[in-house]
């Protein structure tokens, strides 16, 4: 049942799939809140949903989600299926409009996706620094039009199905781990603490520590499985973790739409 452990968000036909570039616009949290927090990014926000849905209706925000299937919040092109992933590049264009429209009092980002092209029409061509260009020139177009941006740091990948392998293995969880750091290179984790560095005022959450407490990676914790598909963390596990996002999120946003 891992695999079907996901947010609402789903059922309610909020993500845009890999082939569709028109933002798709869902609502969650308090609708008459008194502040705006645009969710945007791929499926590594959208893995919160539940948790920020809880938060907002608590604290009163309003929050408005853009996700997109394997597609950064970036203005690097970016790849899927080995080609240049085109319908990305138009939904992030198109999301520029919408955001600078909709004038949240904050943007709250994040993504799996680690690389992008040098090249656009090169799929050779891929690299980390690509994608730090890419986060970095749209978090800074978002800073100039007055629109806070707040990262959620990604969560570390751990490279193989943690789910199939806690499934074969429950006695023997140990043979379910991975290294801490090797996770945090794998994914969107590193390249965004470097992008947010570029950009002032930029601000980053970081729960690492939650979703793995120690050098070494586990697949349980407190009696929930961390992992379902490839490095998303399950929404029985986000949703174990909303009052630490609320206490680690609240300052940054009520500090940004102050």
Not at 143 to 149: I, K, M, R, W
Not at 217 to 223: F, K, L
């Amino acid at each position: 049942s891992a695999t079907e452990d996901v947010p609402e968000l789903y059922d309610m036909g909020c993500q845009v799939d890999q082939q569709d570039s028109e933002p798709v616009k869902c609502e969650f949290g308090d609708p008459d809140g008194s502040v705006t927090v645009a969710v945007a990014g791929d499926s590594k926000i959208a893995q919160w949903m539940s948790a920020l849905d809880e938060i907002g209706r608590e604290r009163g925000w309003r929050i408005v989600s853009y996700t997109k299937s394997a597609c950064a919040l970036s203005s690097g092109m970016q790849v899927d299926e080995g080609e240049p992933y085109r319908s990305c590049a138009e939904w992030n264009e198109r999301m520029r409009e919408v955001l600078v429209s909709e004038a949240p009092d904050a943007v709250l980002v994040s993504s799996r996706i680690a690389v992008a092209l040098e090249d656009p029409e090169d799929p050779e061509t891929r690299s980390k620094d690509a994608m730090v260009a890419g986060l970095a020139e749209t978090w800074s177009f978002l800073e100039e039009q007055g629109l806070p941006v707040v990262v959620l740091l990604d969560n570390p990948n751990p490279g193989f199905s943690v789910y199939e392998c806690v499934a074969e293995n429950p006695e023997h969880l140990e043979r379910c781990t991975f290294d801490r750091e090797e996770g945090l290179d794998a994914g969107g984790h590193r390249v965004q603490v470097e992008a947010a560095a570029r950009v002032p005022g930029v601000d980053t959450v970081d729960m690492t520590d939650l979703v793995c407490p120690s050098e070494t990676c586990v697949p349980v914790i407190g009696n929930v499985l961390v992992y379902r598909q490839t490095s998303h963390i399950t929404d029985t596990y986000a949703r174990s973790l909303t009052p630490f996002l609320a206490e680690r999120l609240a300052p940054v946003i009520e500090d940004a739409s102050a």
